[in-house]
């Protein structure tokens, strides 16, 4: 392995580390969006440019600002007296241990097993595209219907009703 | 070393930290990130077994992505919507202060 792919590892686990340990929550978005950065290069060095790109404009730039937009909106940055981990932290802690645990192990063993192909896939757009249009354009409807749902739903969730009070009594 | 050993190494790390953030956090929005974390751990599992699979010209881990992580933002919109709800409804995003299931 190149000492690329271990840079780019690093950067990734240590974003990922940071976002789930710093106390304030405006640094964790900084250190998710670090990790999604880490990710997409990830995803270019595998030769999946497609994927590295829509990892760049989905999570960089749609989800990490959404999740600053949620801080902000919940004063979420604020950092809480009693602690920023909840109170059986101690078992979250050994139950992520023990699934790392185990996802290594499968790993490990699995090493004499696993496929490995070296030649470079070539993926072109147009690819990417008719294969979208032809064989996958049932799950494409599907998604499009979902995004539409879940952007419908998540507005109405958070939409702020002024009569809510009186039509409950 | 195998390559796609190393990649589903790294992807396991992460999918671990996701987990223990989203375990060990009380702030709502926190559990959010560490859940896209382990989404993202998904993600690179599939375009690993993508790439070192034997038939890549077929684009399936491919496109299993894509639609993947179309999921994971919709999830995110949705939580996202849920925690202001909630921070509105009860003044916090403290979950370990979201004991009651009625209102």
């Known amino acids: 392995m190149s000492i690329i792919f271990y840079l780019v590892s690093a950067l990734t686990l240590v974003g990922g580390l940071a976002a789930i340990l ?9 250190a998710l969006t670090v990790a999604f950065a880490g990710l997409a290069l990830l995803f270019l060095s595998l030769d999946a440019q497609f994927v590295g790109f829509a990892q760049i404009l989905v999570y960089i730039g749609a989800v990490a600002i959404l999740v600053v937009f949620a801080i902000l909106l919940t004063r979420g940055s604020e950092t809480p007296k009693d602690g920023v981990y909840s109170r059986h932290w101690h078992t979250g802690l050994v139950i992520a241990a023990a699934v790392f645990a185990v996802l290594g192990w499968a790993v490990l063993q699995s090493v004499r097993v696993l496929p490995y192909e070296t030649k470079t896939p070539q993926v072109t ?10 064989r996958y354009v049932l799950p494409l409807e599907i998604v499009a ?25 | ?25 009380r702030n709502a929005i926190l559990v959010l990130i560490g859940i896209e974390l382990m989404l993202n751990a998904a993600n690179l599992n599939l375009i690993a077994f993508w790439r070192y699979g034997p038939h890549p010209e077929a684009l399936t881990g491919f496109m299993f992505a894509i639609f993947s992580i179309a999921v994971a ?16 409804h009860a003044h916090s995003t403290d979950l370990d202060a979201m004991n009651r299931m009625k209102g």
């Open chain 1, 22 to 30: 710093l106390k304030n929550t405006v640094h964790c978005a900084l």
């Open chain 1, 125 to 134: 757009v147009m690819q990417i595209g008719n294969a979208l249009m032809s």
């Open chain 1, 145 to 169: 219907l979902l995004l539409t749902a879940a952007m419908i739903g998540a507005v109405i969730v958070a939409m702020h009703d002024k009569n809510g009070k009186e039509s409950a009594k």
């Open chain 2, 1 to 25: 070393m195998n390559p796609l050993v190393a990649y589903l190494t790294v992807a396991a790390m992460l999918f671990a930290i996701g987990l223990a953030g989203a375990l060990t956090r």
């Open chain 2, 73 to 88: 933002a919709a999830e995110a919109a949705v939580g996202l919507g849920l925690v202001i709800q909630v921070h509105r």
